[in-house]
């Protein structure tokens, strides 16, 4: 079982940043591929980035592809997305979720999810 809290999101202007983090339980955590997902008002939630359980592959959807850093910290348990150029598309409630043990980075087959975190860009 993981348990994951989402932290860091707030209103920002267009061009500004944000890092986000995700604090997770559980002493498999090196074990997990870990992902952001995403979920506008009136859309489907959505794939951003996900990176693998060893943390030498990362994949990102287009939409942020070069704007945003997902990273991890197995000493804090933590991981991270670091969101920079942001622009008012991205507002949404973005989600940490972790995938099932030592499984290939994927962006879907997540089994945990956090309660997410609202990131608001202002024009």
């Known amino acids: 079982q993981v348990q994951l809290v989402e932290s860091g999101g707030g209103l920002v202007q267009a061009g500004g940043s944000l890092r986000l983090s995700c604090a997770a339980s559980?002493?498999?955590?090196?074990?997990?591929?870990m992902g952001w997902f995403r979920q506008a008002p009136g859309k489907e939630r959505e794939f951003v980035t996900a990176?693998?359980?060893?943390?030498?592959?990362?994949d990102y959807a287009d939409s942020v592809k070069g704007r945003f850093t997902i990273s991890r910290d197995g000493a804090k348990n933590t991981v991270y997305l670091r969101m920079n150029s942001l622009k008012p598309e991205d507002t949404a409630v973005y989600y940490c979720?972790?995938?099932?043990?030592?499984?290939?980075?994927?962006?879907?087959?997540?089994?945990?999810w956090g309660q997410g975190t609202q990131v608001t860009v202002s024009s």
């Open positions: 990176i693998s359980w060893s943390g030498d592959s990362t």
């Open positions: 559980g002493r498999t955590f090196s074990r997990y591929p």
């Open positions: 979720a972790a995938g099932r043990s030592r499984a290939t980075l994927s962006r879907s087959g997540y089994d945990y």
